[in-house]
């Protein structure tokens, strides 16, 4: 059984549309993330959410708006996409505390044509 | 200057090497620390997660914090093709709401 999984795990699309990633997770976590990870590879936080509630906004234009409709779900829409918006998005989840881990969903690959 | 600081290799090594990777850190109220695995177009998966200072031993890997220096290594013995990723530091504060800051990964290939 996947822990974190993410729906789709590519998505081609033009500049200026409108698209959703959507992650789930089903090992109990009561937080959930998004991260963006560059061509470079470097993964930054975005969002984080604690049984539905917004806890990390980080510097993220408000293009991105994030919704959790429970604790296990939480999703990324994404509107009039940029070209900058190219990049591998990771959905996370961890329980509450200083030293729960975070485990990750295998990510989602965006391209902006 | 970034927060985390790591060196992005690429770093080529042969079958059964001892490898070490490292992370240097600005901020002193980093409290957590960790070793992430990343495959190609996988996510990454957590290997080793320290509090302390000290050393943290499990099966091949070892991960040293010196906090004193804020520096972190990650040891990888007997190195395999399979070991072959990129591995990312991590860290956080204590609270701040979980928040991650992530090293730029340092990409390993061992070779047979």
């Known amino acids: 059984d996947t822990a974190v999984s993410q729906t789709p795990k590519y998505l081609v699309t033009q500049m200026g549309n409108d698209k959703s990633i959507k992650c789930e997770q089903n090992l109990g976590h009561d937080t959930m993330y998004w991260y963006k990870q560059d061509s470079k590879k470097f993964l930054k936080i975005m969002f984080s959410?604690?049984?539905?509630?917004?806890?990390i906004n980080e510097t993220v234009p408000n293009r991105f708006s994030p919704k959790s409709p429970d604790k296990a779900h939480l999703n990324l829409h994404i509107n009039s996409l940029e070209l900058g918006d190219s990049a591998v998005y990771f959905c996370?989840?961890?329980?509450?505390?200083?030293?729960?881990?975070?485990?990750f969903g295998d990510g989602t690959r965006l391209s902006i044509l | 200057q970034k927060e985390v600081e790591q060196d992005p290799g690429p770093l080529s090594v042969p079958e059964g090497a001892i490898v070490s990777l490292n992370c240097t850190y600005s901020n002193s109220a980093f409290q957590y620390f960790m070793w992430y695995r990343q495959y190609s177009r996988k996510g990454p998966e957590l290997l080793m997660y320290?509090?302390?200072?000290g050393n943290k031993e499990d099966g091949r890997f070892t991960a040293q914090v010196d906090k004193s220096s804020k520096y972190i290594s990650l040891f990888i013995r007997d190195s395999q093709p399979s070991d072959s990723a990129t591995y990312l530091c991590?860290?956080?504060?204590?609270?701040?709401?979980?928040?991650?800051?992530f090293g730029t990964g340092t990409q390993l290939k061992v070779e047979l």
């Open positions: 991590a860290m956080k504060v204590t609270g701040g709401g979980n928040k991650l800051t």
């Open positions: 959410y604690n049984n539905k509630e917004l806890i």
């Open positions: 996370a989840s961890s329980n509450t505390g200083g030293n729960q881990p975070q485990h």
């Open positions: 320290t509090y302390s200072s």
